[in-house]
């Protein structure tokens, strides 16, 4: 099994526990640095952004019209939790061929 169909499934099924029962399922990983979006961040966020590890609360998996896979949800970290106790917090999408459980 490759890794991008272990990301996938292990989206796949977070989502769909989610939309049956309206409780998350995390889903914890890495951006892969080789697949990057080229953008204009300063070195020290590239040097450190595939050992940073994200959790993600999945709701849904969506494809875009470009073909491209997207876990959607929202971010789960303890002082995102503590900031959004007063701001109520947004929806993120990772692409998931870029992501590395």
């Known amino acids: 099994m490759s890794e991008r169909t272990k990301v996938f499934d292990q989206v796949y099924k977070a989502a769909e526990h989610f939309q049956r029962t309206g409780k998350h399922k995390q889903v914890s990983f890495r951006y892969n640095p080789e697949v990057r979006t080229e ?6 966020k590239h040097e450190r952004d595939s050992d940073s590890v994200r959790n993600i609360l999945v709701e849904d998996v969506r494809v875009s019209s470009e073909g491209m896979v997207y876990a959607i949800g929202v971010d789960n970290r303890y002082n995102l ?7 109520p917090q947004h929806v993120r999408a990772y692409r998931i061929d870029r992501m590395v459980i």
């Not at 953008?39 to 020290?44: A, E, I, R």
């Not at 939790?81 to 701001?87: D, R, V």
């Open 81 to 87: 939790k503590q900031f959004t106790n007063k701001h």
């Open 39 to 44: 953008f204009d961040f300063s070195t020290w």
